[in-house]
């Protein structure tokens, strides 16, 4: 409804439910505040923003009193003016203010090198935020020029002993955004007010590290932070920032709007952009703090090196590609292997592909991510082709009442999702987790489901024998399909008593969760990667997905892997399945691309990543082109030519025989796909490091080295162009109308014929997961993603190492006792099919007993052995001497 | 802690119980441990800090411990007057602990306040609930004995 009220004698028009402030700021009405944050709830604590209104006594502030119709509110007057200054001056008395007030100031950028003899913060020089501070601009507004109270310097040290951020609390007005933020918007409650009086400070419980209290380093509170109080370690002497751009973050599948502040031609950190989608201006660690340092990273590849008599020589792209492509020439056939990171953009991914599918002539395509194994892939196309499914959003979790996360922990992997399902859980939405682990989601669980690990295939088929037998619901018995009935069947052959064995889930709580699913009505089931790394997951991925189908109002969407692992699959990075997730042995439409293409296509699946690395061994692939990361490994030495294209050196870059650097995704113009399918746009915002080029550049010159047609690219938006034309799923994509927010790809899908409510094939078999007998403990892996590329971030991303827990091995109390280890010492464990490893411990309850939790590092040797999903049952023992224990 | 659990439980696990929850464990701890802190934000889910935050504004709560037995140097007027502050100074040297401390063994936790009401007894110490007046610095340790 529309009120008319009255600011400064202007008529204005406002929405029930606003502020005065925020109807007066709509009319274009300034009114000083400081405690005031668009994204948080109003304190009125900084009483910066009192005014006068007609007919009520005293000033109140008009962050918290709503618009009234025929207010008449003044917000300038000689009164408030001068109460105003009071209140600054006031709260500038526990501020350091030299800078301020300083009668220099004018002078001041012009001689801002100066350096001055004085206290750490007492200087306009030795603030972080000389220059963007809320403060000295209310000075200036207010036209402070001498401050009649005396100073009280709290005399606090600077807290620098957490990684990312630096506290300066003697510069704190305590305004409470910090606290704000981090309890309304963020959940972590880190933060808080303690003590009382002039002696209130913000602060942790019992004035802990963040890192001690748990504190995720979002980054939430130094954003909104006034004065220079909280100020990033990265970027606090970077200097004011000059402009900023927006762009999308680069590392995982939600796929974060990023405003990049630059200084000259240099990135000084990236934030949030505020109100924008997916994530409404929040972001996770690692957009926050771990972008800027990557891409001005020193040890970034800035020039083609090609390999001489065992050494790496600098080279021109000239003679660098002419050698490429000599070489590549002779490799032709089935014998070459082309790895894609899960971090190229989409435009990378089609000319990539087409290359080592039209001008290699193999068949061998891979994208190198955990996730990206056919079990897991396949079954996803698969949904997709016959239900085609609706679009599913980060804004889906804030309709749903009820949430199920199945599998996996959010909170590491995409915290940005896990936050959304904190903030619809505070708002009253009931949460479901299921997890062998106590994940920081399942704290906040109405229920928590702890299934014996290694197949969720087993509690999926109690759950929907619950649902088929036990409930006569008329809307369950719909449609009639072959599957259907096959399912039905099945179920009824499905032993109760066996499954709560043999998931260590009672039927009292399966039952409850079966209640719960049928008393809401909006249903959203997150996946997490816990479900997509088992070896059953694909059936897992089936029985979820008929499970959304039964529940009718459920939607489902998967939250696994990195930032463009979507585009990527989408534009046929995978052996078997062409752009737009059409499969080879679609002969039609292969034959559309060949014509498109020019040349034939080699057809039929033959490896997914992890075999493709294993068929080096065999000798049937003799030569790499990589552009993704391969952990380090002893087979690669088998290879007789690899070609590495990336942002940084990979670790066994003596067994590669050319290195390409290729743009960080700041440097380049693009498109990426995150978890919902939206496509968004990368902006080029940084100049290209060194010589480093656009993946797609550098894959259509050695194409035309090679002397192909048909790689003429000028710059990416050729490729989308083309990609529009001949990719029948992108017809409907005008790649114009990619604006900020990105376009859907499930929007514009071709037409496709919609089978209502079919279901999938679902196996309710139990299959034998008995313990063999020696190795009484179940393995959890999970990959961890703090990954760009090759590059790990916890290596070159200072304080990352402090915060992940990748490559540690977590271990219940109680089977810590038993084997007489305590956190950080050393452990060995061994699976009964040969998979051996060695690294620290964590003791935690989080684990449940007689099971291990490990986060692999994607650039740990081991991952591709966990890669297949069979490592299940282990020994562990404590590694006597633990020196060389990481 | 199942005592904690009890007592949060007593005031129906809301946070609005806070306080009488904190009082409550003070009453039976002397002060507020850390875990006992901990346990009731728990309990309770609400975060620690937010628990910490209200522990620390209300100087009725302590969180370091207290003595065995507590001693309230008055320093009022006629106290003063009378060299309230020479027994306070002689305590602090005995004890080896500052106003507001208390002593290495937890015997003694020592305080000043502000008159105790019964200025005729002038200079007036004032340990557990007994009164002891017209003391000197001999006398006042030799009333300390009493107390184990």
């Known amino acids: 409804?529309?009120?008319?009220?009255?600011?400064?004698?202007?008529?204005?028009?406002?929405?029930?439910?606003?502020?005065?402030?925020?109807?007066?700021?709509?009319?274009?009405?300034?009114?000083?505040?400081?405690?005031?944050?668009?994204?948080?709830?109003?304190?009125?604590?900084?009483?910066?923003?009192?005014?006068?209104?007609?007919?009520?006594?005293?000033?109140?502030?008009?962050?918290?009193?709503?618009?009234?119709?025929?207010?008449?509110?003044?917000?300038?007057?000689?009164?408030?003016?001068?109460?105003?200054?009071?209140?600054?001056?006031?709260?500038?008395?526990?501020?350091?203010?030299?800078?301020?007030?300083?009668?220099?100031?004018?002078?001041?950028?012009?001689?801002?090198?100066?350096?001055?003899?004085?206290?750490?913060?007492?200087?306009?020089?030795?603030?972080?935020?000389?220059?963007a501070c809320e403060l000295q601009n209310l000075v200036q507004y207010l036209g402070i020029e001498e401050i009649a109270f005396p100073i009280n310097y709290r005399g606090y040290p600077v807290e620098q002993k957490d990684p990312f951020f630096d506290r300066d609390y003697n510069l704190c007005i305590l305004c409470g955004r910090c606290v704000r933020v981090c309890n309304e918007?963020?959940?972590?409650?880190?933060?808080?007010?303690?003590?009382?009086?002039?002696?209130?400070?913000?602060?942790?419980?019992?004035?802990?590290?963040?890192?001690?209290?748990?504190?995720?380093?979002?980054?939430?509170?130094?954003?909104?932070?006034?004065?220079?109080?909280?100020?990033?370690?990265?970027?606090?002497?970077?200097?004011?920032?000059?402009?900023?751009?927006?762009?999308?973050?680069?590392?995982?599948?939600?796929?974060?709007?990023?405003?990049?502040?630059?200084r000259g031609n240099r990135i000084i950190k990236s934030v949030p952009a505020q109100g924008k989608s997916p994530n409404q201006g929040q972001v996770c660690v690692r957009g926050r703090f771990a972008v800027a340092d990557l891409v001005n990273h020193p040890t970034r590849l800035k020039k083609p090196l090609v390999k001489r008599n065992k050494q790496w020589i600098e080279t021109s792209w000239e003679e660098a590609l002419d050698r490429i492509a000599e070489q590549f020439v002779r490799y032709r056939g089935d014998g070459f292997g082309l790895v894609v990171s899960p971090n190229n953009t989409v435009e990378d991914a089609y000319v990539l592909q087409k290359f080592g599918r039209v001008a290699m002539q193999s068949?061998?395509?891979?994208?190198?991510?955990?996730?990206?194994?056919?079990?897991?892939?396949?079954?996803?196309?698969e949904i997709e082709k016959i239900h085609p499914p609706h679009t599913v959003t980060l804004g889906d979790i804030d309709q749903a009442s009820l949430i199920l996360v199945w599998g996996g922990d959010l909170s590491v992997s995409h915290p940005i999702a896990a936050l959304r399902v904190k903030q619809a859980v505070h708002r009253g939405a009931k949460l479901i987790v299921i997890d062998p682990r106590k994940t920081k989601l399942a704290e906040l669980a109405d229920m928590h489901l702890q299934p014996n690990p290694?197949?969720?295939?087993?509690?999926?088929?109690?759950?929907?024998?619950?649902?088929?037998?036990?409930?006569?619901?008329?809307?369950?018995?719909?449609?009639?399909?072959?599957?259907?009935?096959?399912?039905?069947?099945?179920?009824?052959?499905?032993?109760?008593?066996?499954?709560?064995?043999?998931?260590?889930?009672?039927?009292?709580?399966?039952?409850e969760l079966v209640d719960l699913l049928f008393h809401h009505q909006r249903i959203l089931i997150l996946v997490g990667s816990g479900l997509a790394l088992q070896a059953s997951a694909s059936n897992g991925l089936f029985g979820l997905f008929n499970l959304s189908v039964v529940l009718k109002h459920a939607k489902m969407v998967p939250i696994v892997g990195e930032s463009n692992l979507a585009g990527c699959l989408e534009m046929g990075c995978m052996s078997g399945l062409l752009p737009g997730l059409i499969s080879v042995n679609e002969e039609s439409a292969r034959k559309k691309f060949e014509k498109s293409w020019g040349l034939s296509i080699q057809g039929e699946r033959s490896y997914d990543f992890t075999e493709l690395v294993q068929q080096i061994e065999g000798g049937k692939i003799k030569t790499l082109y990589v552009t993704g990361e391969i952990p380090p490994t002893d087979i690669l030495k088998k290879c007789h030519y690899i070609v590495v294209q990336?942002?940084?050196?990979?670790?066994?870059?003596?067994?590669?025989?050319?290195?390409?650097?290729?743009?960080?995704?700041?440097?380049?113009?693009?498109?990426?796909?995150?978890?919902?399918?939206?496509?968004?746009?990368?902006?080029?915002?940084?100049?290209?490091?060194?010589?480093?080029?656009?993946?797609?550049?550098?894959?259509?010159q050695i194409a035309q080295k090679m002397g192909f047609s048909g790689f003429s690219y000028k710059k990416s938006s050729d490729i989308l162009n083309e990609i529009h034309s001949i990719v029948p799923r992108y017809s409907g994509l005008i790649p114009s109308k990619i604006?900020?927010?990105?376009?859907?790809?499930?929007?514009?899908?071709?037409?496709?014929?919609?089978?209502?409510?079919?279901?999938?094939?679902?196996?309710?078999?139990?299959?034998?997961?008995?313990?063999?007998?020696?190795?009484?403990?179940?393995?959890?892996?999970?990959?961890?993603?703090?990954?760009?590329?090759?590059?790990?971030?916890?290596?070159?991303?200072?304080?990352?190492?402090?915060?992940?827990?990748?490559?540690?091995?977590?271990?219940?109390?109680?089977?810590?006792?038993?084997?007489?280890?305590?956190?950080?010492?050393?452990?060995?464990?061994?699976?009964?099919n040969g998979f051996q490893f060695e690294g620290p411990v964590i003791v935690t309850d989080r684990i449940p007993q007689k099971s291990l939790y490990l986060l692999l590092d994607k650039k740990s040797p081991h991952v591709l052995e966990c890669f297949k999903g069979n490592i299940h049952f282990v020994k562990i023992k404590k590694v006597a001497d633990d020196s060389d224990c990481r | 802690m199942?005592?904690?659990?009890?007592?949060?439980?007593?005031?129906?696990?809301?946070?609005?119980?806070?306080?009488?929850?904190?009082?409550?464990?003070?009453?039976?701890?002397?002060?507020?441990?850390?875990?006992?802190?901990?346990?009731?934000?728990?309990?309770?889910?609400?975060?620690?800090?937010?628990?910490?935050?209200?522990?620390?504004?209300?100087?009725?709560?302590?969180?370091?411990?207290?003595?065995?037995?507590?001693?309230?140097?008055?320093?009022?007027t006629a106290c003063h007057v009378r060299g309230g502050a020479k027994i306070m100074d002689r305590l602090e040297q005995d004890l080896g602990v500052r106003s507001g401390e208390t002593t290495q063994d937890g015997r003694f936790t020592v305080e000043s306040v502000r008159c105790v009401g019964c200025c005729g007894l002038a200079p007036v110490v004032v340990i557990d609930d007994d009164f002891h007046g017209k003391l000197n610095q001999k006398k006042v340790i030799q009333v300390l004995k009493k107390y184990e």
């Not at chain 1, 068949?363 to 196309?381: E, T, Y």
């Not at chain 1, 402090?802 to 810590?816: C, F, L, N, T, Y």
């Not at chain 2, 441990?33 to 910490?52: N, W």
């Open chain 1, 185 to 262: 918007v963020r959940y972590n409650g880190t933060l808080n007010f303690h003590y009382r009086g002039d002696r209130t400070v913000v602060g942790t419980a019992f004035g802990k590290s963040h890192l001690e209290v748990g504190c995720a380093f979002c980054g939430a509170c130094v954003d909104v932070c006034p004065t220079g109080a909280l100020a990033g370690k990265a970027d606090k002497w970077e200097g004011c920032s000059e402009q900023t751009q927006h762009s999308i973050c680069p590392y995982c599948a939600v796929g974060c709007s990023l405003d990049y502040h630059l």
């Open chain 1, 454 to 511: 290694v197949d969720d295939s087993l509690l999926l088929s109690g759950l929907m024998k619950l649902i088929f037998e036990n409930r006569s619901d008329p809307s369950l018995s719909g449609p009639q399909s072959p599957e259907w009935n096959d399912l039905t069947n099945k179920l009824k052959k499905v032993n109760l008593s066996l499954i709560e064995e043999k998931t260590g889930i009672p039927r009292n709580q399966m039952e």
């Open chain 1, 1 to 131: 409804m529309a009120i008319t009220l009255k600011i400064d004698n202007k008529e204005i028009k406002a929405k029930t439910g606003m502020s005065v402030l925020e109807a007066a700021r709509q009319a274009d009405i300034y009114i000083p505040t400081l405690c005031h944050h668009p994204q948080l709830n109003p304190s009125g604590s900084c009483r910066l923003c009192i005014v006068e209104i007609k007919g009520v006594r005293g000033y109140p502030t008009a962050c918290t009193i709503p618009a009234e119709e025929g207010m008449v509110v003044q917000t300038n007057t000689q009164r408030l003016r001068s109460l105003r200054c009071q209140i600054l001056e006031l709260i500038l008395s526990e501020h350091p203010y030299t800078c301020l007030v300083c009668d220099k100031r004018e002078g001041c950028d012009e001689w801002m090198g100066t350096i001055r003899k004085v206290g750490i913060t007492t200087s306009c020089q030795t603030c972080p935020k000389s220059g």
């Open chain 1, 363 to 381: 068949r061998h395509l891979a994208v190198s991510s955990p996730f990206a194994h056919s079990r897991w892939v396949d079954s996803l196309v």
């Open chain 2, 2 to 76: 199942k005592w904690i659990r009890k007592i949060v439980e007593k005031y129906g696990k809301k946070e609005s119980g806070l306080i009488p929850i904190l009082q409550d464990v003070q009453k039976i701890k002397g002060y507020l441990p850390e875990e006992g802190i901990s346990d009731i934000a728990a309990e309770l889910k609400i975060p620690i800090a937010r628990v910490y935050s209200l522990a620390t504004f209300y100087k009725a709560f302590r969180l370091i411990p207290r003595g065995r037995h507590s001693i309230h140097v008055c320093l009022g």
């Open chain 1, 646 to 700: 990336s942002v940084f050196r990979p670790e066994w870059a003596d067994w590669a025989d050319v290195l390409l650097p290729a743009a960080h995704p700041a440097e380049i113009d693009g498109t990426v796909v995150n978890f919902e399918k939206r496509l968004q746009r990368l902006r080029r915002i940084h100049r290209q490091t060194g010589l480093s080029k656009p993946d797609w550049w550098i894959c259509s």
């Open chain 1, 739 to 832: 604006k900020e927010k990105g376009l859907f790809l499930l929007d514009f899908k071709s037409n496709q014929k919609k089978k209502s409510c079919s279901i999938f094939h679902f196996d309710v078999a139990i299959r034998n997961h008995e313990k063999p007998k020696g190795y009484p403990y179940t393995l959890i892996i999970d990959v961890g993603i703090s990954h760009f590329r090759n590059a790990s971030l916890i290596e070159k991303v200072s304080g990352m190492e402090r915060i992940g827990s990748e490559g540690k091995v977590e271990i219940h109390p109680k089977d810590a006792e038993r084997l007489h280890v305590s956190t950080g010492e050393c452990v060995q464990i061994k699976s009964n």
